[in-house]
């Protein structure tokens, strides 16, 4: 979703011997109203927040907000995408060096980590968990995709240099989301007497062995073997 952005008053203004008046719709950016309704959803859930506490929170009217996003819904499903989108930039910050396959695992398992320790996802999984279920087995959603176009890139980088087993690069991002997606739903249950690092080692060892080309992946085994 495209922001718009517009500077917002802080000194709304008033009519004369009136209250103060609402900001502008055209005043208000979606960066406003989203990190109202954040803070919304990490004070009360999402079931629990309206749209009436968002727009007192982000100092605007509800038809204001009303005009934007029909429901919170919508407003949360915007907002976990513009989180993802910011999740995404920075395990790419992280990616370090080596082959595509390589940084394609150090960036996924950045993923996975930042995700687990995101206090909206945590939140929404710990509160209102079935909004996501229609993501899980009906459709993929806003978020689950442009994981997949991030990791394509990776994909054909890595078929470039040798590093990537060849493969449809679309079957080979949609089967790295499904391996890696329940590490982030479902983490809090999975990591229940088992260490959560172990389960990231885990993780690490079969995106790699997923990724490598057969005559490396023969090599590697070797090599472990001695």
Not at 87 to 116: M, N, P, S, W
Request: proline share 5%; charged share 25%.
């Amino acid at each position: 979703m495209t922001c718009q952005r517009h500077t917002v008053s802080q000194h709304p203004p008033r009519e004369p011997g009136g209250p103060a008046v609402k900001a502008a719709t055209n005043r208000v950016s979606d960066e406003v109203l989203l990190r109202a309704a954040r803070e919304c959803v990490l004070a009360h859930g999402v079931r629990r927040s309206t749209l009436t506490e968002i727009a007192r929170r982000a100092g605007v009217s509800r038809m204001t907000l009303y005009r934007r996003f029909p429901d919170v819904h919508s407003m949360v499903a915007a907002l976990m995408t513009e989180e993802f989108s910011g999740t995404l930039r920075r395990a790419r910050a992280e990616e370090g060096t080596g082959t595509a396959r390589q940084r394609l695992v150090t960036v996924t398992i950045r993923c996975v980590r930042l995700l687990q320790s995101e206090p909206l996802l945590r939140r929404i999984l710990e509160t209102d968990a079935e909004m996501l279920v229609p993501y899980l087995v009906e459709r993929l959603g806003s978020t689950q995709l442009a994981a997949e176009r991030f990791a394509r890139e990776y994909l054909r980088e890595g078929h470039t240099d040798g590093s990537i087993r060849r493969s449809d690069p679309d079957t080979q991002a949609r089967t790295l989301l499904l391996i890696t997606q329940p590490f982030v739903i479902s983490a809090a249950p999975a990591s229940t007497g088992i260490d959560p690092q172990e389960l990231t080692t885990e993780l690490t060892r079969l995106l790699d062995a997923t990724l490598r080309p057969a005559e490396s992946a023969a090599e590697a085994t070797a090599e472990e073997a001695r």
